[in-house]
């Protein structure tokens, strides 16, 4: 278990809606970083917070937005939900604002666009 | 662009042996990288880590070499075992606050 904790765990969302995923990291993690893995590949960068701000971006469309509270939990928003959104997305914690250091899964919410 | 690829989709070992899963990079900044192990509907696990300054590094039955004039990265896994059975992924990192990851290798341990 790497205590980052992910929510829901499976999600089905019909073309053209808004979908907002959950992650809470490990405690005393202050960083978090969400992917979007399609099925068979490997992770692919969506974004990064770092004390509430964002801290570097993919190449990823701005309907894909997020947040990050006090307590570093965050939140992954998608709007205008495209069936190429299909994938899981992950939610990675780590310690500083930088990449370079041990980052953690949680398990993924698997997001169904029909 | 950045990139990183690994050589071979499907590795089968039998139980017992040696397992090398190897991983190429073609970001010469990249200072950190990381091995994921991810096992079906699971996310990625951390295996173990190298930064650039070095060329190896041990775990538990687990390896990570480091090869920087050609920019090629290893896993090793002494004494394959069945629950050794999953995806790998290499991830690099640099000055940029992500991480890449490659499409990984399906390792299959054969009994």
């Known amino acids: 278990e790497t205590g980052v904790t992910q929510s829901p765990t499976h999600l089905i969302k019909t073309r053209g809606q808004q979908v907002t995923l959950r992650c809470s990291s490990q405690s005393g993690h202050n960083t978090v970083s969400w992917y979007q893995q399609a099925l068979g590949q490997g992770p692919q960068f969506i974004f990064q917070y770092y004390r509430e701000e964002e801290n570097g971006r993919g190449n990823f469309p701005p309907r894909f937005s997020g947040l990050q509270f006090p307590n570093y939990s965050s939140e992954l928003n998608v709007n205008a939900l495209e069936l190429d959104d299909s994938a899981l997305y992950l939610c990675a914690s780590s310690l500083a604002g930088w990449g370079n250091t041990e980052a953690f899964f949680g398990q993924g919410t698997r997001l169904t666009v029909v | 662009g950045e990139s990183v690829g690994l050589h071979l989709p499907t590795l089968s070992v039998q139980e017992g042996d040696n397992s090398i899963i190897n991983c190429a990079y073609s970001?010469?900044?990249?200072?950190?990288f990381i091995w994921y192990k991810q096992e079906s509907g699971k996310g990625p696990q951390f295996i173990i880590d190298?930064?650039?300054?070095?060329d190896k590094r041990q775990g538990q039955r687990v390896t990570v070499l480091l090869n920087k004039t050609v920019k090629h990265l290893s896993l090793q896994i002494a004494a394959t075992q069945p629950g050794d059975s999953a995806v790998y992924f290499c991830a690099e990192t640099g000055t940029a606050s992500k991480l890449t990851f490659g499409t990984g290798t399906r390792l299959q341990v054969t009994l």
């Open positions: 190298i930064r650039s300054n070095m």
């Open positions: 970001n010469s900044a990249s200072d950190y």
